[in-house]
């Protein structure tokens, strides 16, 4: 299943949970069921809204975006966190008012049954889109499956603390439940907002996909070749690398660049979908470079503020 299918099914168990927990809501009055019941309506905006983030991120480049739309999965992300967040507050601010004054909760056991029930489907869709995140890379999947997760952690809680309600007799544990469903997503959405951040800001490849690279370049590295300045970056779905490759001086265009070729096809094949970006460059040529802005360092010059002086033209003055 692609990415777009698995968000699909999202909203569709996302309609039925909520159907669920409102009925085990409607049936009890529990607030902590009430606070469940609300977190999946959250799931359902969220998966609606990545679908939509999902879609942007496919389309191909266009003139006012050439490197294509990759990193509105991230928009997906904040997204969500920021429902989570919304949905958290209204949690708190329900059990707060329930503490105040407390009510008898009745039909728990058919309220705990829907409750268990939707649990188990979002149980197993988050587990099969976790898994399917990270096959496709999709940090909108990732994003939607984990809160998947948060919800279902959120109704096994739920559930333990009725049957202590039940057992106890003590209905405050009811709204002190929900206060702590509550801080539970409260951490999930910053935990969210956080990574969409990061990916939106270029964060470097995972240290797997970072030593995968530097293999790859070691067994092409050689006295007379060499690579510096490897900068990983990810955008979405996409993983991207840059790098110079340093080169012998009399080396010809053609055959510096069927290396460049050899190099790329080894990259991809450690890690498929990888984007490389190679700057071919003479041996030694930042050498010259680094020890220019060492002594104008020393010189007391700002090597970034240095004018180029480029002699005029002939005929010019």
């Known amino acids: 299943m692609q990415v777009q ?5 999202s909203a569709g168990v996302a309609v039925l949970t909520i159907a669920l927990k409102t009925a085990a809501w409607w049936w009890t009055g529990s607030v902590s069921l009430a606070s469940d019941a609300l977190e999946s309506g959250v799931n359902l905006a969220g998966a609606l809204f ?6 942007v991120a496919r389309r191909p480049p266009d003139d006012d975006h050439p490197f294509g739309h990759h990193k509105a999965e991230y928009f997906s992300s904040a997204f969500e966190g920021a429902l989570i967040l919304i949905a958290a507050l209204g949690i708190a601010w ?3 008012e329930r503490l105040r004054a407390p009510q008898p909760l009745e039909q728990l056991g058919l309220g705990m049954a829907l409750s ?4 188990a489907i979002n149980g197993a869709l988050a587990w099969k889109m976790l898994q399917a995140s990270r096959e496709h890379r999709s940090i909108a999947l990732e994003a939607d499956a984990r809160h998947l997760f948060t919800d279902v952690w959120t109704s096994v809680g739920v559930v333990a603390g009725l049957i202590g309600v039940m057992l106890t007799g003590w209905t405050w544990l009811d709204p002190l439940l929900a206060i702590l469903v509550a801080l539970n997503i409260l951490r999930e959405a910053v935990h969210l907002m956080w990574k969409s951040t990061g990916g939106l800001m270029d964060m470097a490849l995972e240290p797997e996909d970072q030593q995968a690279i530097a293999a790859v370049l070691a067994r092409f590295e050689s006295p007379e070749l060499r690579f510096d300045h490897v900068a990983t970056r990810v955008a979405g ?4 690398v840059d790098f110079h490759l340093h080169v012998p001086a009399r080396w010809t265009l053609g055959e510096a660049a069927q290396l460049r070729g050899e190099i790329e096809q080894a990259l991809m094949r450690a890690l498929p979908g990888l984007r490389a970006s190679i700057q071919l460059l003479p041996v030694n040529v930042e ?8 002594r104008e360092e020393a010189a007391g010059t700002d090597p970034a503020s240095v004018a180029i002086d ?4 002939e005929g010019q003055a």
Not at 5 to 9: E, G, I, R, S, T
Not at 237 to 240: F, K, L, N, S, V
Not at 288 to 293: M, N, P, T
Not at 310 to 313: E, L, R, T
């Open 5 to 9: 299918q698995y968000l699909k099914l």
């Open 50 to 55: 990545g679908l939509a983030m999902v879609t």
């Open 94 to 96: 329900a059990a707060v």
């Open 237 to 240: 779905q996409q993983r991207h």
């Open 287 to 294: 050498t010259r470079f680094a020890e220019q802005a060492a």
């Open 310 to 313: 480029i002699p005029p033209k």
């Open 116 to 119: 268990l029930v939707s649990t």
